[in-house]
């Protein structure tokens, strides 16, 4: 059996160590008014001007419905009830023009193509992702890890292929191509050994080899679905920036050590992989702050992630476990903006080494990205630094960054109706939190509406 330790760079990540709440005590306090920049007070209702009368009335009544808690709390039931009352046809009539208009780009690349030539009209970039939804007890086999590796290896070349992309961006699910229980098992064994990079980068490149603690059929297992993390890698570097997603945190360390191995084997020219930093954590895992130090994605409670939370902390409960994750919004935010100004300090030493994409719908942590680039010059246009949000959500955030010369990448799902539910129901869930609070962006819908039909009648 060959396995071995990791031998990570601790001095390298001695800055990092404590780079939770503790951290966030040295950032520049966004709340001071003096600081903000009154272009980025994201309060323009002209920021909504690019859009039609139809698309604003959809996202009015969209966040509307988003609004109710019961409808979002059971919007999965919901939709179930629906589509069977409905039917198969009569659901999709009625879910397209809205709900999967909003939120998805389309189902075709056709359709898909129009949403993308759009967005980059406005300044904005894509950041395509697969929806693909599979959770404990939910593998089917081998030959659905290879579909999900087909569907991924299409994304790569449609995010390459086309004339809307810029420096594209896509996402990337671990446990679509490999087993959510053995990424646990693997997760379990770990709190007590660690494995050597090299040995994973060695099976990427066709080595068969064993791990200790797994059985003949999950080594087998392993290996298929490292080939598979390293076909998507092959095709999509020097071209296509691969962001791997973080998922449940009794997952994540499995999530994290292929990952790493991604970025060992391919991040050597620029960071073409890129990890999940999460923010909402209490404790954060040293392996992440390697990741983050070779190029990663700063990520926390503001970008979603809170269906992962709520479950995370249930299943602390009924273990009887400390929960993991942050007692308050306002602590989740610390961590966040103080691992955010952490990072910003090493990319503005090493800007050429280090890239980051701020993923969070909290405007205030755009605002302190955006100062703590002036101060430190940091380019906008550099590369190292870029924000990002869902399709369908926060843009007049989105559109103003974009406005101002800022990078800004939209996550847009594609897929049919069927096969983006799954990933609408998690979406509706995991950012309800903002959903509920989302009414500063109906207000500025609201405000051009209103605007347009005063015009269309003095114009009458």
Not at 392 to 415: F, N, Q, R, W
């Amino acid at each position: 059996m060959l396995s071995s330790c990791v031998r990570l760079p601790w001095p390298l990540l001695l800055p990092f160590r404590q780079i939770g709440t503790a951290a966030a005590r040295t950032v520049v306090s966004a709340r001071d008014p003096e600081l903000l920049s009154a272009t980025l007070a994201f309060e323009d209702p002209k920021a909504f001007q690019v859009k039609t009368m139809r698309e604003l009335l959809r996202a009015l009544g969209v966040f509307r419905l988003c609004s109710f808690p019961v409808l979002v709390n059971n919007c999965g039931t919901l939709m179930s009830i629906a589509r069977k009352l409905l039917g198969k046809k009569g659901f999709s009539l009625f879910v397209r023009p809205t709900v999967y208009a909003q939120f998805v780009a389309g189902e075709n690349e056709m359709e898909i193509s129009q949403t993308m030539e759009k967005m980059s009209l406005l300044g904005l970039r894509p950041m395509l992702a697969v929806p693909i939804e599979e959770d404990l007890g939910e593998s089917t086999g081998e030959k659905r890890y290879q579909d999900n590796m087909e569907a991924m290896l299409e994304c790569v070349r449609m995010s390459h292929s086309n004339e809307w992309s810029k420096d594209p961006m896509m996402q990337l699910k671990v446990t679509a191509l490999l087993s959510p229980e053995l990424c646990v098992k693997l997760s379990t064994l770990m709190a007590n050994q660690l494995y050597d990079l090299n040995l994973l980068v060695r099976a990427m490149d066709g080595e068969t080899i064993k791990l200790h603690g797994l059985d003949e059929k999950e080594n087998t297992h392993l290996l298929c679905g490292l080939r598979r993390l390293n076909k998507i890698a092959e095709e999509s570097a020097n071209k296509v920036r691969v962001l791997v997603d973080a998922e449940y945190t009794f997952m994540n360390p499995a999530l994290s050590l292929v990952t790493m191995a991604m970025m060992k084997k391919f991040n050597k020219n620029s960071a073409w992989i890129w990890n999940t930093y999460q923010c909402y954590l209490k404790v954060l895992d040293p392996r992440s702050h390697q990741s983050l130090k070779e190029g990663g994605v700063l990520s926390g409670s503001q970008t979603g992630e809170r269906a992962y939370m709520d479950k995370e902390r249930k299943l602390a409960q009924k273990e009887g476990r400390r929960d993991p994750i942050h007692n308050s919004w306002e602590d989740t935010n610390d961590s966040y903006n103080g691992s955010l100004n952490a990072m910003l300090e090493v990319i503005s030493v090493q800007p050429d080494q280090y890239k980051i994409i701020v993923a969070t719908h909290n405007e205030e942590s755009v605002r302190l990205t955006a100062q703590r680039m002036d101060q430190l010059g940091i380019d906008k246009n550099g590369g190292s630094v870029c924000f990002g949000q869902l399709l369908g959500m926060c843009d007049h955030v989105s559109l103003t960054l974009a406005k101002e010369g800022y990078a800004i990448y939209k996550s847009v799902p594609y897929g049919s109706v069927d096969d983006t539910l799954p990933y609408l129901v998690r979406r509706a869930q995991e950012n309800r939190t903002v959903l509920q609070g989302i009414r500063k962006e109906r207000d500025l819908l609201r405000k051009e509406v209103h605007r347009r039909l005063r015009q269309k009648l003095v114009n009458a």
